[in-house]
């Protein structure tokens, strides 16, 4: 799908610097970047909490808005305004995921998963019950429910690991909660 008309005023109303311009850009967009924000987070297991989100929108906002708004300047128009900047967005929320994911010092990794001998007890009743779940599941399924629920890999990192195509690890490990579940999807 081509730029619309509506999404091309607005750009080049951004452009030019325009009054409200960039206010009615994040009205019509903020929405979406935070879909993205949320989609990213959820395939690679992170939880975020509000100010997360909050950053990391202002991350793409600005992003989007330095120098001169250049990302608005390279966009050619091929696909839809709103798909340009899902790409934009996801680039954008997964370098700061990773960086963050980084900036952990693995002491206060290791402090705050060993802070409690409770939580330390229901992690571990939460595993046996977790490696119980899988042996129920044939060899496949349980090696992709293994390496998202406990390893933490993303969609496509499961894909290149077990061959399977990136678009049907989500499907699977749908169909494989809701079987547990005893829910009828599966």
């Given at each position: 799908m081509a730029l619309s008309n509506i999404d091309q005023t607005l750009m080049e109303r951004c452009l030019a610097k325009k009054p409200r311009a960039w206010?009615?850009?994040?009205?019509?967009?903020?929405g979406l970047v935070m879909h993205v924000i949320n989609h990213t987070a959820q395939c690679r297991s992170i939880l975020l909490s509000a100010p997360d989100r909050e950053d990391l929108a202002a991350e793409v906002l600005l992003t989007i808005i330095e120098n001169d708004f250049a990302v608005l300047r390279r966009f050619r128009g091929k696909s839809s305004l709103a798909t340009y900047l899902t790409?934009?967005?996801?680039?954008?929320?997964?370098?700061?995921?990773?960086?963050?994911?980084?900036?952990?010092?693995?002491?206060?990794?290791?402090?705050?998963?060993?802070?409690?001998?409770?939580?330390?007890e229901r992690r571990m009743t939460d595993r046996e019950e977790v490696e119980h779940l899988l042996a129920r599941l044939d060899t496949a399924e349980a090696e992709v429910v293994r390496m998202y629920h406990l390893?933490?890999?993303?969609?496509?990192?499961?894909?290149?690991?077990?061959?399977?195509?990136?678009?049907?690890?989500?499907?699977?490990?749908?169909?494989?909660?809701?079987?547990?579940?005893?829910?009828?999807n599966a």
């Open positions: 206010e009615d850009f994040v009205d019509r967009f903020m790409v934009v967005a996801r680039r954008v929320v997964v370098r700061k995921l990773l960086e963050n994911r980084r900036a952990t010092p693995l002491s206060e990794v290791a402090e705050t998963a060993l802070a409690d001998d409770a939580e330390v390893e933490g890999k993303s969609y496509q990192e499961i894909g290149q690991s077990t061959g399977m195509p990136v678009n049907s690890v989500g499907p699977m490990l749908s169909r494989v909660r809701s079987r547990l579940r005893g829910q009828p």
